[in-house]
């Protein structure tokens, strides 16, 4: 069974400062790694997506993630955060073996205070 | 403009009452999915289809039905909806076959239903 894990309920930052939002995973052969953004009263984002190669993966509005095989995690990062950041953000995990079955994380709201 | 569109977007019902939430997307996608997303809960799958005429359960299938009749449209029947039904809906597609993992979901903008 594959899994993912974001830790944080909520995050705030305030505007300018780098952020963070934590997710690990959980899968039985080789994983591809998503991120989606919400916005209110919206459907999901596509944000950005891990397949293979480097690990460093860069994404819409300035986002990027890092894949650490050995940490089983996959971080959604910014340098700098803007309050139009401020959404529902989630992690998501499909075993490269499953046929597009992707199980997704519960959400971490990011706060962008101005 | 590609997308998905799910009707209606917000819906009050009775218990009891069958009720119908239509999906189409216009990307010709193989792959549809129905999630329901609750607080605290994320996002967890209802049904799926791999195309047309083929559907499988997700992880929360109790309660609902689902039909792929024509590759555009994934319907989610509710046939006699109850209170822990009420909830966020979301339909998405994706591609499928060689290249397919590059591509995300394209989600829905949501049906909020409430079950009285």
């Known amino acids: 069974a594959q899994s993912v894990a974001q830790p944080e309920d909520q995050v705030n930052v305030a505007e300018g400062n780098p952020l963070t939002v934590k997710c690990t995973y959980s899968?039985?052969?080789?994983?591809?790694l998503f991120w989606y953004v919400q916005y209110p009263n919206r459907g999901l984002q596509f944000l950005l997506k891990y397949i293979t190669g480097d690990n460093l993966v860069k994404g819409s509005y300035g986002f990027e993630a890092e894949f650490n095989k050995s940490q089983t995690s996959f971080h959604l990062k910014k340098p700098s955060a803007l309050v139009s950041d401020s959404a529902l953000y989630f992690c998501?995990?499909?075993?490269?073996?499953?046929?597009?079955?992707?199980?997704f994380g519960t959400g971490t709201k990011l706060q962008v205070i101005p | 403009e590609a997308q998905v569109t799910q009707n209606p977007r917000y819906l009050i019902t009775v218990t009891g009452k069958k009720l119908t939430v239509t999906c189409s997307q216009n990307m010709n996608h193989e792959y549809m999915s129905w999630y329901r997303q609750d607080p605290g809960l994320g996002l967890r799958q209802i049904y799926y289809s791999m195309n047309v005429e083929v559907t499988d359960k997700g992880d929360v299938p109790e309660g609902y039905k689902v039909s792929r009749k024509e590759k555009r449209n994934f319907p989610l029947i509710l046939e006699s909806p109850s209170p822990n039904q009420t909830s966020l809906y979301f339909c998405a597609s994706a591609r499928t076959g060689q290249g397919s993992a590059t591509y995300g979901y394209t989600f829905g903008s949501g049906t909020r239903l409430t079950v009285v």
């Open positions: 998501a995990v499909r075993d490269v073996r499953s046929y597009q079955k992707v199980t």
């Open positions: 899968v039985s052969g080789n994983p591809y």
